[in-house]
Each structure stands twice: as C-alpha cells, then as structure tokens.
C-alpha cells in the first residue's frame, strides 16, 4: 500500500512539472504558398473593376491559421509575366527583414520558414517599394497565431469573422497622393465598401450572423495606408478585446478601441440572449464609416449555422 500510495504521488508531481494533465497540441509545419498577381479584381458590390496587385488575386490574401509553436513554411512566387517585383512580410515573423522580406524580381521565388512564437492577430503584407502602392493596390492578408488551448481568460468563441479595412485611392499610380492620404475615395472591408452592408448599400446582399446570446470573435486587421480605425460595435459593447490578439493583453467592457495602421487586435462581442438584434461593426471615425467601413452583425435564432466556421471564417 506504501508503494502504490508512493508511486501516485510521484506520478502526480511528475504530472504537474511537465504538464501532462492538460492537453498540448503538437507542432507542426503549415506551408504556405502565394502568388503575386497584377490583374484586375471587383473592387465594390456592384461590380466595377480595377487594377490590382494581389495575393492569388484575392483581396485581402488566403487566411493563413497556426497554432504558437508551428513552423510557417513560405513560398513567393512572382511570375515572369508580371513587371513589378514583389515580397512578403510577415509581422507574426521574427526574421531578418534583408533576408526573409526582400524583394522577388519577375519570374523568380523565395522561400522562408519562420516559428509561430507569439500568439495574436497579425498583417501580413507587401514590403517592396513604393510600400505605399503595394499595400494600397491590395497586396496584403492576415496570419492568426492561436494559442495552444482555449482558457477562462480566453474562452472559446461561437463564431469567429476576419475583417480587415483599407482605404481605397482610385489612382492607383499616384503614390505621392497616397502618403498624403489625399484622393482615396473609400473604405473596404475584405476588399469591398459596406461588403457586408445591405442597409447603406443595396447592392450589398450579404452580412455577418450569429444566434443571440453567442460569443462572435472577430479578428480585425487595419490595412489602412494612412488612418488608424475607431473600431465600435453600434447598439454594443465589447465584451473583450485581445490587444494584438495575444490571450494576455485583455481588456474588459470597452464600447470604442482604436487599432493603428498596420496593427490588429482581437474583439469578442456577445449579444443578449432573449431576442434578436442588430449590430453595426463600424469604424467610428465618419470619414471611414461614411465610405465604406461599416458591416451589419444579424443576431437571429435561424442564423446560418455554417457562417463563421470552417471556410466561411474570412468572407470577401
């Protein structure tokens, strides 16, 4: 009886000092691949074209997902039609910026593997010169690093959305206008105005969904060239924002939480549980929501149950 009480005892501390009782996720490589495109996209809800520079043509680029202690193993490929070169910077990447996020020439590639080694939600965009155009014709995306488990102070959402805003300047050639923050005529949310809008724009067919009472999480990105956002969910509160979208950084009932140019931060929403509603996920700075930055939450018992899961994660 000694022994086996012995042997329990030695079996739980050892338990404790290595983290057995809790689940871990295993590391493993998420690969990678974009492709620089210069080709024309739809660039609002009715249809209209323009001359973009892309990430497989779609703006923003593929939703990258990792857990902290992957390895992120990427492939540019800039193709020999193209005439512009091309790179990628990852801000979930500790690198060598010379190296990892230099610029690909026409018809040539790079590949890099970087360690997911802090949790959040992060840019990813071009950083070739004029960086201003880049970013601004499109060439940018999101890269989400998840934590290995969910805990109280992270709790695992219902629903999650990936938004990101950017301004839109209809010359595209004009870079000095750009980094003026002169000439842009609106403001996209996945790459087009009120993309998820149909109130302020009829031809805008689509919007976000949830079932009253659920924790919707949206990992929201500024992509802005110039502007930092005033992120509020209209007839809400945040219930949490995840500053960086790191589990640490928590913050507690805030109705309005800026994000700077280039930066990201997480924010969970949770709607009352006793009827429907609307929310209006907007940025509170007019000259944005006016033009474009403004997207309609629907919180209804027979909401999709397919919308903010799976694939259906980042909508465009």
Not at 57 to 67: E, F
Not at 127 to 151: C, Q, T, W, Y
Not at 219 to 228: D, G, H, L
Not at 247 to 266: H, R
């Amino acid at each position: 009886m000694k022994r086996f009480i012995t042997g329990v005892f030695s079996c739980a501390a050892m338990s404790l000092m290595i983290g057995l009782c809790a689940p871990v996720a295993n590391a493993k490589v998420v690969k990678v691949t974009l492709t620089a495109m210069e080709s024309d996209v739809v660039i609002d809800n009715r249809g209209t074209k323009y001359a973009a520079w892309t990430y497989d043509g779609m703006i923003p680029g593929k939703l990258v997902r990792a857990t902290v202690g992957d390895q992120i193993d990427v492939t540019l490929i800039n193709p020999k039609t193209n005439k512009k070169s091309h790179s990628i910077d990852f801000h979930a990447a500790e690198v060598d910026m010379l190296n990892e996020f230099g610029s690909v020439r026409p018809g040539h590639n790079r590949h890099f593997v970087f360690k997911a080694g802090r949790a959040g939600v992060y840019m990813y965009h071009c950083a070739s010169n004029p960086l201003a155009e880049h970013i601004a014709r499109g060439m940018f995306g999101v890269i989400i690093i998840d934590p290995k488990r969910f805990s109280k102070a992270y709790p695992k959402p219902d629903r999650e959305y990936v938004l990101v805003q950017s301004q839109f300047f209809p010359d595209a050639d004009n870079v000095v206008d750009m980094v003026e923050n002169r000439g842009w005529t609106h403001a996209l949310i996945n790459g087009k105005p009120f993309n998820f809008d149909p109130i302020h724009d009829g031809n805008s067919t689509r919007a976000l969904m949830s079932k009253p009472g659920e924790r919707v999480r949206i990992f929201f990105v500024n992509a802005n060239i110039n502007m930092p956002v005033s992120f509020h969910p209209v007839a809400g509160i945040w219930d949490r924002v995840y500053v960086n979208g790191n589990p640490d950084n928590v913050l507690k009932n805030v109705q309005t939480y800026g994000v700077p140019v280039a930066g990201a931060s997480t924010f969970d929403l949770v709607s009352p549980a006793g009827r429907s509603t609307n929310n209006a996920l907007i940025d509170h700075t007019m000259s944005a929501e006016m033009r474009g930055a403004s997207t309609l939450l629907i919180n209804v018992p027979g909401a999709d149950p397919g919308m903010g899961k799976g694939d259906k994660i980042l909508i465009r």
